[in-house]
Nanobody, 125 residues
Framework: QVQLVESGGGLVQPGGSLRLSCAAS????????IGWFRQAPGKEREGISC????????YYTDSVKGRFTISRDNAKNTVYLQMNSLKPEDTAVYYC??????????????????WGQGTQVTVSS
């Protein structure tokens, strides 16, 4: 069964950190660019980061640049999103998605082959 599974979400205080994982099963991530998205209550899902299949290129939206770091370990078939200096406005359900192409247009919802089910991140004191 082909699937992506996110984990690592939870409740954290402002200024804290979390590391999200996106693990693939049923297929290998080696040939896929991976995007991270988030969706806050009442808002549209937004793309925030992407990493190329090789890991050599990474992309971030302005809202997370300098605070979030995307990385991958193809040997573990897993992509990570390290989130530091978290803010209340980072509260959302976070999703990963796999694209058999590149990170071009990574913020767009269409074009991805597989999506995970999401993990909740809540930033609150």
């Amino acid at each position: 069964q082909v699937q992506l599974v996110e984990s690592g979400g939870g409740l954290v205080q402002p200024g804290g950190s979390l590391r999200l994982s996106c693990a693939a099963s049923g297929f290998t991530l080696d040939y896929y660019a991976i995007g991270w998205f988030r969706q806050a209550p009442g808002k549209e899902r937004e793309g925030i980061s992407c990493i190329s299949s090789s890991g050599g290129s990474t992309y971030y939206t302005d809202s997370v640049k300098g605070r979030f770091t995307i990385s991958r370990d193809n040997a573990k078939n897993t992509v990570y999103l390290q989130m530091n200096s978290l803010k209340p406005e980072d509260t959302a359900v976070y999703y990963c998605a796999a694209d058999s192409s590149t990170c071009s247009g990574y913020t767009l919802l269409y074009g991805y082959d597989y999506w995970g089910q999401g993990t909740q991140v809540t930033v609150s004191s």
